[in-house]
């Protein structure tokens, strides 16, 4: 059975209580339930991850090479700061779709930058939880296919 790394980066665990007019109301752990159940639906296996720790994010994307099939990650604002991040997704070189629950192009202009999104097969950004499921769709269609995109 495939395997896919959620990995959830800084601030994403307050989910529920930080900032609900932008982020939505669901806590993280109702958004891992909604992906737990899409993934058993599709027939794949979830490994789920949160730090706030950029490092950790890092070894964590590192052990993935050659123990998972592909990623999906919401780095966070480190989406907008990480070159350690992007470093160890260009080494993993695991397919991996980046997602945003908002849509950080409509926002500050800091935000508008990423800098992991060149290494991703696409992002997701602006539609709340059901980002990270279109994330996943769009990474399970790509690894499942005979014919790959990348
Ligand atoms: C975020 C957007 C980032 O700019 C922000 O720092 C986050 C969450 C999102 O999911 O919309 O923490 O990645």
């Known amino acids: 059975m495939k395997k896919i790394l959620v990995l959830?980066?800084?601030?994403l665990n307050l989910l529920g209580s930080r900032e609900n007019e932008?982020?939505?109301d669901l806590t993280l752990a109702e958004?891992?339930?909604?992906?737990?159940?899409f993934a058993k639906e599709k027939g794949f296996v979830v490994d789920l991850y949160q730090s706030n720790h950029e490092g950790e994010l890092v070894t964590k994307i590192q052990e993935a090479k050659g123990t998972v099939d592909a990623m999906v990650i919401n780095p966070a604002a480190y989406t907008h700061t990480s070159i350690?991040?992007?470093?160890?997704?260009?080494?993993?070189k695991i397919p991996t779709v980046?997602?945003?629950?908002s849509n950080i192009y409509r926002r500050e202009e800091f935000r508008q930058k990423s800098l992991t999104?060149?290494?991703?097969?696409?992002?997701?950004?602006?539609?709340g939880a059901t980002s990270y499921l279109l994330g996943l769709q769009a990474v399970w269609e790509n690894?499942?296919?005979r014919h790959k995109v990348r």
Do not use: C, M, T, W
């Open 8 to 11: 959830h980066g800084p601030n």
């Open 22 to 24: 932008i982020y939505g």
């Open 31 to 37: 958004i891992n339930k909604r992906i737990k159940k």
């Open 84 to 92: 350690a991040i992007r470093d160890a997704l260009a080494a993993a």
């Open 98 to 101: 980046e997602v945003h629950l």
């Open 117 to 127: 999104a060149p290494i991703a097969l696409g992002v997701i950004s602006g539609f």
């Open 143 to 145: 690894i499942s296919q």
